[in-house]
């Protein structure tokens, strides 16, 4: 499996409230969510973003509230992966969960920038900045998180 798409760069901290506000979790609907997505932290997020994009940050992303509606929003929004130095658990465990592909990489977390053209092998765990013609270890994932992303997420494998 692989991901590649335009970077999509953010900070340390990254908490759930911006990358789907409280206000919107009146829907649990993927679409809607992806229409809010990151509305907080980066209003023109959903006009630059591409199916495929990859989103890059810090440390910390998806600290705060344990809400699904987070990796959800981002996944539906069309990032196909997001590499950060440190997740918080419950947000890496929810994105596994829902299909939403996530790796720690802290040197390239800090070294790819907004707008480079990145490639990820899951197999490996190898990440390519195009960009840059820099490579990166990041971890690969077990086999079994493979097939869960792979079939869009843990009831579809469970069902399958």
Known sequence: ???HGTVHKYGDNVDTDVIIPARYLNSSDPAELA???MEDIDAEFVTRVKPGDIMVANKNFGCGSSREHAPIAIKAAGISC???ETFARIFYRNAINIGLP???CPEAAKEIA???EVEIDFDSGKIYDLTKG???QGQPFPEFMQK???AEGLINYINS
Do not use: F
Request: aromatic share 4%.
């Open 114 to 116: 907004a707008g480079d």
């Open 35 to 37: 229409k809010k997505c």
């Open 1 to 3: 499996m692989k991901a």
């Open 102 to 104: 996530i790796i720690e």
């Open 82 to 84: 997001v590499i950060a």
């Open 148 to 150: 869960i992303i792979k």
């Open 134 to 136: 820099t490579e990166y």
